[in-house]
């Protein structure tokens, strides 16, 4: 995965969420078969600014699609034209050989978690999967994210504690993990230490990079397998 092409969008509608996230829906102006994957983001740029965002529902038939951002203040309103370039970064990987996933999101982390959560939810039926979530409220969700949520077997309780509780009764074998850096560190070192093989945690942080346009975009960027962030850092997992 990595960089994909450039195109330009058209902002339909631009909803504020929570703190200084916006919900962008969008439209490609030529649209194409997407190739895009629960997990990446894409770039929208206007005269000299560049927004990373981040897919909540991808480019379908349509060409029509929802993205998340962090703006002070509002991207645009309806009708603006935005330079498109996507999708970028690694996608969440497909659990084939889990049995049980437990995905972690804290602040804004669950957005770029529940579409990929919906797609194991429908295709791979044989994967458990529990949501341990404190963040954003599901009233202030969009689209059909509320939906998405309800479906899902989940804890809204936040602390390690609660997150401990939920290792030693679940029992996963692969972590999901958004959240931002520090707390999904935090969050992935617990499952590593509970016995969870590194290979088989991932994270994504919720704080996406704000290059320049047309910039070299970061290398395995945005989800990351602990592994080689413990690598990264000089730490050994357990047997390696």
């Not at 929208?44 to 990373?52: A, K, R, T, V």
């Not at 965002?53 to 038939?61: D, F, I, K, M, N």
């Not at 690694?90 to 972690?104: G, H, M, T, V």
């Not at 529990?130 to 409220?137: N, R, T």
Request: glycine letters at 10%.
């Amino acid at each position: 995965m990595g960089r994909g092409g450039s195109a330009s969008v058209r902002l339909l509608e631009a909803v504020p969420g929570s703190g200084t996230q916006q919900y962008l829906r969008l439209a490609l102006c030529s649209p194409q078969r997407s190739e895009a994957m629960p997990g990446q983001y894409c770039l929208l740029s206007s005269h000299s600014e560049c927004w990373p965002c981040s897919y909540v529902s991808l480019p379908g038939a349509s060409g029509r699609f929802l993205v998340a951002t962090c703006s002070v203040k509002p991207v645009g309103q309806a009708g603006d034209l935005f330079g498109y370039s996507g999708p970028l970064g690694n996608a969440w990987p497909l659990p084939l050989q889990s049995a049980r996933l437990l995905a972690i999101s804290r602040a804004e982390g669950l957005l770029p978690l529940l579409a990929v959560l919906d797609e194991i939810r429908c295709w791979l039926p044989w994967v458990q999967v529990s949501l341990s979530h404190a963040g954003i409220p599901a009233e202030r969700l969009p689209d059909a994210c509320p939906t998405w949520l309800a479906a899902l077997p989940h804890d809204s309780s936040s602390g390690w504690l609660q997150l401990q509780r939920t290792l030693d009764t679940f029992r996963p074998d692969t972590v999901y993990c958004c959240a931002p850096p520090q707390v999904a560190r935090q969050a992935a070192r617990l499952c590593w230490q509970t016995g969870i093989a590194a290979q088989r945690i991932w994270l994504r942080t919720d704080h996406l990079p704000r290059p320049a346009w047309g910039g070299p975009q970061p290398l395995g960027w945005p989800v990351q397998r602990y592994d080689r962030v413990l690598a990264a850092l000089k730490w050994v997992p357990p047997g390696g």
